[in-house]
């Protein structure tokens, strides 16, 4: 037998939210899921941050919430994520933070541990190293009972994300990259039974650039002056992994990439 894990890459905004809330009851039961996760980190309406509501919202139908370095960009977020349980912000910012850098779910019997992490690599926060942090992290939820841990490495580099997974295979089920909103084509399974992807893309608009309307994100390069990205409405893609863990060895066997997209 297998547990089945659905990771769904950063929903973007309004758009991003609706595709989850939409399809996710059905991909439940269609790939017999066990539990789903989400990285949110881009849920609240200006594609930055999280809030009460798009928190809820996307918890309505997700076990768990992953999210990355615009974690208390939106008004509220910082109690929300400071008071959800169910939310895991990088356990290498600063001490101090509000929130938890890891967190545990069961579902169908299992206890999941869920792990977030930022890259240093091109990103502009200054956070100490991912990789010290998920050795503690991953301790820290053996100790308290984790059957299966799922790392989401929100980083900018693919070297780094590489280099993470390779860290951490064979001591977690998955490590699943998220940051960059742009599928990446080299799911595997790597040894010691560790599914990775370098990133698993993102859920939101199509008709954009990384979830931001698109004619914004080209005026800002052509240098029309302009000084904020909206987020872009319309038709959404939804990009996730399932990932397949034998529930006898506790190795993952199978990543398949998911890809649906909605019409609002
Ligand atoms: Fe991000």
């Known amino acids: 037998m297998t547990f089945r894990l659905l990771f769904i890459g950063d929903v973007m905004g309004a758009a991003g939210c609706a595709a989850v809330r939409t399809h996710v009851p059905d991909l439940r039961r269609e790939l017999n899921l066990d539990a789903v996760v989400v990285n949110g980190e881009n849920s609240a309406p200006s594609g930055r941050g999280i809030t009460h509501e798009s928190g809820s919202e996307l918890l309505s139908v997700a076990d768990f ?17 400071g008071r959800e349980p169910r939310v895991a912000r990088p356990a290498n910012l600063e001490a101090g933070l509000p929130g ?50 799922l790392v989401d490495v929100h980083a900018e580099a693919t070297s780094e994300k590489q280099a993470l997974g390779y860290h951490l295979a064979g001591r977690v089920q998955a490590v699943v990259g998220t940051h960059t909103h742009v599928p990446t084509a080299d799911t595997r399974i790597l040894s010691g039974g560790t599914a990775y992807v370098t990133d698993v893309g993102m859920t939101g608009s199509r008709e954009s650039v990384i979830g931001f309307d698109k004619e914004d994100f080209l005026g800002l390069f052509l240098g029309k002056g302009i000084s904020r990205l909206g987020v872009s409405k319309g038709p959404a893609d939804l990009n996730a992994v399932v ?11 199978r990543i398949e990439r998911i890809y649906r997209s909605l019409a609002v």
């Open 100 to 149: 938890q850098g890891s967190g545990m779910f069961e579902a169908n019997g299992m206890c999941v541990g869920v792990l977030n992490v930022q890259g240093r690599v091109f990103m502009k926060q200054d956070v100490r190293s991912p990789f010290e942090a998920a050795d503690e992290a991953v301790a820290d939820l053996e100790a308290a009972g984790a059957d299966l841990i």
């Open 243 to 253: 990932i397949e863990v034998d529930d006898g060895n506790h190795q993952a066997v």
């Open 65 to 81: 919430l992953t999210l990355g370095n615009h974690t208390f960009d939106a008004v509220g977020g910082r109690e929300y994520v």
